[in-house]
Nanobody, 121 residues
Framework: QVQLVESGGGLVQPGGSLRLSCAASGSIFSINGFGWYRQAPGKQRELVAHITSAGRSTKYADSVKGRFTISRDNAKRTVYLQMNSLKPEDTAVYYC??????????????WGQGTQVTVSS
């Protein structure tokens, strides 16, 4: 079994910062890509940021470029999302996603439970 546990969400004023973390645990051989997604009320889930297995390549949604930074610590099996200059439109539930290679050498897609980020004065 594999679990992804997110933390770091909360309420922040516009212009503020938050750092999300997502730690993977369980029966894991390795982790390929990590991604952060978000879903606002009444909207579809969207990709916010993605990072490849060695962290050499990242991509971001246009709406967060220059404000958010994704990173990973492979030793800790953890991915981070540093969010700066937050705007009210960043309010959403943020979900962590991982492509986990288990000991059968197959890759499986896992999701965290989500963490609420609210940007409001």
């Amino acid at each position: 079994q594999v679990q992804l546990v997110e933390s770091g969400g909360g309420l922040v004023q516009p212009g503020g910062s938050l750092r999300l973390s997502c730690a993977a645990s369980g029966s894991i051989f390795s982790i390929n890509g990590f991604g952060w997604y978000r879903q606002a009320p009444g909207k579809q889930r969207e990709l916010v940021a993605h990072i490849t297995s060695a962290g050499r390549s990242t991509k971001y949604a246009d709406s967060v470029k220059g404000r958010f930074t994704i990173s990973r610590d492979n030793a800790k099996r953890t991915v981070y999302l540093q969010m700066n200059s937050l705007k009210p439109e960043d309010t959403a539930v943020y979900y962590c996603n991982a492509g986990v290679v288990r000991y059968d050498r197959n890759e499986y897609d896992y999701w965290g439970q989500g963490t609420q980020v609210t940007v409001s004065s």
